[in-house]
C-alpha cells in the first residue's frame, strides 16, 4: 500500500500470480482516481482510470477498484509478468477546481520468474 | 500518440545558477505541469498552467517560476539553484479544461552541486 516517508513500500509476487496494490486517498470530495506505472528512467504512463460514479473499472488485465466509503483504490494485476515490475503510483483529483492531480507516494512492484 | 519531451534528460548546475527545463507538447493540449519527483515523495506538483500566459501555483512553488508564451511549451525556471533542488523533474499534460489522463514526459534528472 501507500506510505508517506523515504521508504518505498514494496510487493513481490511470482510470475502468473495476480498482484494487488493498494492506496489510501485523503479527500472525499476527489471524483477523479488514475493508476500509473513508472518504469525505470521514464517517465510516468497510464494504466487505467475511473470517476467517483463507479465502483470498478476493467481493462487489459488490470482492474481498478474504488470503495468511496473506506476511501480506498486498488488495482489488480492478473497474470502478473516480468514486464508489469515498475512502480505504480495513485493519483486523485481534488474538487477543489484544480486541474490537477494529486499523488501517492507509490508502490514497488517486484515480480519473480 | 501523444509527444511529450523535454529539453535534456540530464543536467548538473551549480549553487545560484539560474536554470531553465524547457518541455514541449504535440498534441495542443491546454494544461501543462510540472512535478518534482524524490524516492518515497511520489509526485509533488511546483506549477501548472490551462492556458498561454496563465499559471498556478501547485503545493511546492517555492524556488521556481514557470513560463507559458506557447500553447505547446511550458518552462520551468531555477532563479537560483540550491543543492535541496536536486531531483527528477517530470513535465505532463492533458488535454481538456478538466481533470483527464495526464501524458509525462522522460523527466530531466536535475544535480545541483
Known amino acids: 500500500g501507500e506510505s508517506v516517508g523515504l521508504h518505498l513500500p514494496t510487493l513481490s509476487v511470482q510470475e502468473g500470480d495476480n498482484s494487488i496494490i493498494n492506496c489510501a486517498y485523503s479527500n472525499s470530495a476527489s471524483d477523479y482516481f488514475i493508476w500509473y506505472k513508472q518504469e525505470s528512467g521514464k517517465g510516468p504512463q497510464f494504466i487505467i482510470d475511473?470517476?467517483?460514479?463507479?465502483d470498478k473499472r476493467q481493462g487489459q488485465r488490470v482492474t481498478v477498484l474504488l470503495n468511496k466509503t473506506v476511501k480506498h483504490l486498488s488495482l489488480q494485476i492478473a497474470a502478473t509478468q516480468p514486464g508489469d515490475s515498475a512502480v505504480y503510483f495513485c493519483a486523485e483529483s481534488p474538487d477543489t477546481g484544480r486541474r490537477a492531480l494529486t499523488f501517492g507516494s507509490g508502490t514497488r512492484l517486484q515480480v519473480q520468474p | 500518440d501523444v509527444k511529450v519531451t523535454q529539453s535534456s534528460r540530464y543536467l548538473v548546475k551549480r549553487t545560484g545558477e539560474k536554470v531553465f527545463l524547457e518541455c514541449v507538447q504535440d498534441?495542443?493540449?491546454?494544461?501543462m505541469f510540472w512535478y518534482r519527483q524524490d524516492p518515497g515523495l511520489g509526485l509533488r506538483l511546483i506549477y501548472f498552467?490551462?492556458?498561454?500566459?496563465?499559471?498556478e501555483k501547485g503545493d511546492i512553488p517555492e524556488g521556481y517560476s514557470v513560463s507559458r508564451e506557447k500553447k505547446e511549451r511550458f518552462s520551468l525556471i531555477l532563479e537560483s539553484a540550491s543543492t535541496n533542488q536536486t531531483s527528477m523533474y517530470l513535465c505532463a499534460s492533458s488535454p481538456s479544461g478538466s481533470i483527464d489522463e495526464q501524458y509525462f514526459g522522460p523527466g530531466t534528472r536535475l544535480t545541483v552541486t
Open positions: 498534441m495542443d493540449h491546454e494544461n
Open positions: 475511473i470517476r467517483s460514479n463507479m
Open positions: 498552467s490551462y492556458d498561454v500566459k496563465m499559471k
